[in-house]
């Protein structure tokens, strides 16, 4: 790998972005399926007989479409720290140039985290309606539209407003992320 990174200009950046890219998968391999087991767990509470091991299994299967979506923010904020700061800042330069890299990066790509949002809710959506029937597990499989560009071109032409649907909550997407995370 040394090889490699010394044929590139910028290796910090390269070395920055597969660091990211590693730990957020990580981080969503642990997180994704949680999250699913959390939900059902609530949703079901008054139940005795919740097959958590299911939830867990349909965490997973959306794992990929999750990875997809988080990236861009990630990557991009890695990105345009790098293109912004110069490392002469001093440190309140410093905070007001990472809140407005935060929330230009969390701006930008809202509509990934549009389609996150839409295929989750989707996903809960079929498995309660797949729950009250006997259709199982493939069913639920074939139901699920989990594509990003599927649901983005669905997102965009659910109303009149088009494209600037995929941008629903972006100020306060980008007020979360910039103060809320860039601290």
């Known amino acids: 790998i040394d090889c490699f990174l010394s044929t590139l200009p910028h290796k910090r950046v390269v070395v920055s972005l597969l660091g990211a890219i590693v730990a957020d ?16 767990r609530i949703e079901q509470a008054d139940k005795d007989d919740v097959n958590l091991w299911e939830a867990a299994t349909e965490g997973w299967s959306l794992f990929p479409v999750i990875v997809l979506t988080d990236l861009p ?4 904020r ?10 002469g800042e001093g440190l309140g330069q410093y905070q007001v140039l990472s809140i407005v890299v935060a929330c230009g990066c969390a701006f930008l790509t809202t509509p990934f985290d549009v ?13 309660k309606d797949i729950q009250n029937t006997d259709e199982g597990h493939k069913s639920r499989q074939s139901r699920r539209k ?7 071109v669905r997102v965009s032409q659910e109303n009149d407003c088009g494209a600037t649907s995929l ?17």
């Not at 923010?73 to 991009?76: D, E, F, G, P, W």
């Not at 890695?78 to 490392?87: E, S």
């Not at 629903?168 to 860039?182: L, P, Q």
């Open 25 to 40: 998968v990580a981080s969503l391999a642990v997180r994704t399926p949680a999250d699913k087991v959390l939900n059902r």
């Open 73 to 76: 923010y990630r990557l991009s």
């Open 78 to 87: 890695i990105a345009l720290n790098y293109a912004v700061f110069t490392g």
């Open 115 to 127: 389609v996150h949002k839409r295929i989750i809710l989707e996903n809960d959506a079929n498995t």
């Open 146 to 152: 989990d594509d990003i560009m599927n649901t983005m």
């Open 167 to 183: 941008f629903a909550g972006a100020m306060e997407r980008a007020a979360h992320y910039g103060v809320g995370r860039a601290w």
